[in-house]
């Protein structure tokens, strides 16, 4: 296992290496440019071509980059042109409020897309198994930020029941040691600052968590129907095995692998996800910051936090991979 487990971290070498070139060139085909940004109405051709040479930016674009390589290997991930606060810096302070809309969101999404899909499987052809087919199409469809607005603008404006924007009332005085503000309201005991944060990220997590819902509810009945028609579920019947034994180990757990694989891409996918979500709801994480950094021609910010990023994607992968082996004892990682 953990030789396997340092073939796989090997292999994010070359990966890793792909992308920082796509990502490098991608950055800079961007229209305008972080000067032009920075400047603003101020941008004259002899001040951008100023900002370009104090950052490097009217070099060759091979030069840039192995200066960027360099920068990289050594740990040094660049500072932020519009904050000046180093982009590990700004990602560590951001990292934990998308983290932890993430965590709400894919909890929603497991939570009620797998009993959906089994409950669709079990109703297969019946009016719930229909309903709920049509409302995971419905809901995969929908836009997040179409969705996100909507839920802000019923239970936000209209109703008044949640909170529109942020993390956490500013007007409360909350200790954070962690950065994960429920977490720190509980481990302080200041309940009151942990209610107010987890009020704050249901709109977002609801926004963020439909696709995935509506995709595990989808794939979590297909692989249901698959299994409880294979020949080993109707042996089973047929010896008299319990309905829950049946349902519990012969056709839920086997049918999770596919399930397992969806909720592990989903989970890198809710960081896309959070760039819509976190902006629509003010939500101070990585999100709504890249969305910043686009706009401003941010480079380091973009370079850095994308890397960032697909690091942990791969390494959910990895961890998808090794849970097969524990899930289903017939599946090895190799």
């Known amino acids: 296992m953990l030789r396997t487990i340092g073939h796989r971290l090997l292999l994010l070498i070359p990966t890793l290496f792909g992308l920082s070139v796509l990502l490098f060139l991608w950055v800079r085909a961007l229209p305008g440019g972080p000067a032009v940004a920075l400047l603003g109405e101020r941008a004259t051709p002899e ?57 709400f969101a894919i909890i929603i999404a497991v939570g009620v897309g797998i009993p959906l899909g089994y409950l669709a499987a079990r109703r297969h052809g019946k009016a719930s198994d229909h309903f709920l087919v049509g409302a995971s199409l419905l809901g ?40 994960f503000y429920v977490l720190d309201g509980i481990l302080t005991g200041e309940w009151d600052a942990a209610w107010d944060a987890f009020l704050h990220l249901i709109l977002p997590a609801i926004a963020l968590a439909t696709i995935p819902l509506a995709i595990i509810t989808r794939i979590t009945r297909a692989s249901v129907l698959e299994v409880q028609n294979s020949d080993y579920v109707r042996t089973g019947m047929a010896k008299g095995v319990s309905r829950s034994t049946i349902r519990g180990r012969f056709i839920l757990r086997n049918a999770m692998l596919p399930v397992i694989t969806t909720i592990g891409l989903q989970v890198g996918l809710l ?11 003010a939500f101070p994480g990585i999100g709504s910051f890249l969305y910043r950094a686009i706009f401003s021609r941010d480079y380091p910010v973009l370079q850095g936090f994308i890397i960032f990023i697909a690091i942990g ?9 090794v849970s097969y082996s524990f899930i289903d004892p017939r599946v090895r990682v190799s």
């Not at 980059?65 to 904050?83: A, C, K, P």
């Not at 960081?271 to 976190?278: M, P, R």
């Not at 994607?313 to 991979?321: E, G």
């Open 47 to 103: 001040a951008i071509a100023e900002i370009n040479e104090a950052y490097g930016f009217d070099k060759p674009l091979i030069e840039q980059y192995l200066t960027w390589m360099g920068q990289l290997l050594s740990g040094d991930f660049g500072v932020s042109l519009q904050t000046r606060v180093p982009v590990v810096e700004e990602f560590l302070r951001r990292f934990p409020a998308t983290l932890e809309l993430t965590i």
């Open 140 to 179: 995969i469809t929908i836009p997040v930020f179409f969705l996100a607005f909507i839920l802000k603008w019923i239970f936000a404006v209209q109703l008044g029941w949640l909170p529109s924007e942020g993390r956490q009332d500013p007007r409360m005085d909350a200790t954070h040691y962690t950065g």
């Open 313 to 321: 994607y791969a390494l959910i992968n990895l961890a998808v991979d």
């Open 271 to 281: 960081i896309s996800g959070a760039v819509l979500t976190e902006t629509v709801f």
